[in-house]
């Protein structure tokens, strides 16, 4: 069993205003401020679904996301995860790999088939494989057990801020296309398309192909990339860029993005 130090004790949690119930086989809390009003904080409205069979873990999130501010629930295997994300919709899924009934990735096929909500993913596995399925069935970041705490919630601040840029974009889109021989980015409709073909991007993919394609041939570092794409400055989340630069390799092509060993990658155009 995993154990994190930001895990909360009953008695820390109870002193910080956590409060809980099991119903049907999940964790219901609820947050309440000294006076007994909900405490407004950054997260606040947000809903977080929880999804993890670990009852020491899934507590442990669930009580951190909690303190952030966010509506929280959870689900302990992949028949309720669904169906608590279609009656709940939560804006965002953390979600593990591993689980009873069927696993996280059938879990984010089915959940992202209803409606677009961005996941982060979470494996007990260091495999580089496992996490590339995972961005391909439509999670937009991964974390691999054990994990910080800190680090979680920062990321599920970073992928709900992404959504909003996104939404924003979508109202104040810029014009025109933007093509580099045979690729297209189309940023009013959020849309790449190769050979005049759609290609489908995840929303990271997406946020992460733009980057590059606005500096073309410039070489951008796996730190500045973690910077633009996912508003994070540690260095040691730069296993996330290589895996969501593979990823996009796959949909767009390997040949569109140049690896520059020990610095970081860019994005090759066609000679004038």
């Not at 946020?207 to 910077?227: F, G, I, K, Y």
Request: net charge neutral; proline share 4%.
């Amino acid at each position: 069993m995993l154990a994190y130090q930001t895990r909360l004790s009953d008695d820390q949690a109870r002193a910080a205003g956590f409060t809980g119930r099991r119903r049907g086989g999940r964790m219901e809390q609820t947050h309440n401020g000294h006076n007994g009003a909900a405490t407004t904080t950054p997260g606040a409205q947000r809903r977080v679904l929880v999804v993890e069979d670990d009852p020491t873990i899934v507590d442990a999130i669930a009580a951190r996301l909690r303190a952030e501010g966010f509506q929280v629930q959870t689900a302990g295997d992949g028949p309720a995860a669904v169906d608590t994300a279609e009656a709940w919709q939560p804006d965002l899924l953390v979600l593990d790999v591993m689980l009873p009934g069927f696993d996280g990735l059938e879990v984010c096929r089915r959940v992202q088939a209803r409606r677009p909500v961005p996941v982060l993913m979470l494996t007990a596995r260091d495999d580089e494989t496992d996490m590339l399925v995972g961005l391909g069935v439509g999670a937009d970041d991964y974390m691999t057990k054990p994990f910080s705490m800190r680090e979680l919630a920062a990321r599920v601040h970073v992928l709900l801020r992404r959504v909003e840029r996104a939404a924003l974009a979508a109202h104040t889109p810029r014009s025109g296309i933007l093509r580099l021989g045979e690729l297209e980015i189309d940023h009013a409709q959020r849309r790449v398309r190769v050979r005049g073909s759609d290609v489908h991007l995840t929303p990271t993919e997406f946020d992460l192909l733009v980057c590059l394609a606005n500096t073309p041939r410039a070489v951008l570092s796996r730190e500045q990339l973690l910077a633009e794409v996912w508003d994070w400055a540690d260095a040691s989340g730069t296993r996330t860029v290589d895996s969501h630069i593979k990823a996009l390799r796959r949909k767009i092509g390997a040949e569109r993005i140049r690896t520059v060993h020990g610095v970081g990658y860019a994005l090759e155009t066609p000679a004038a």
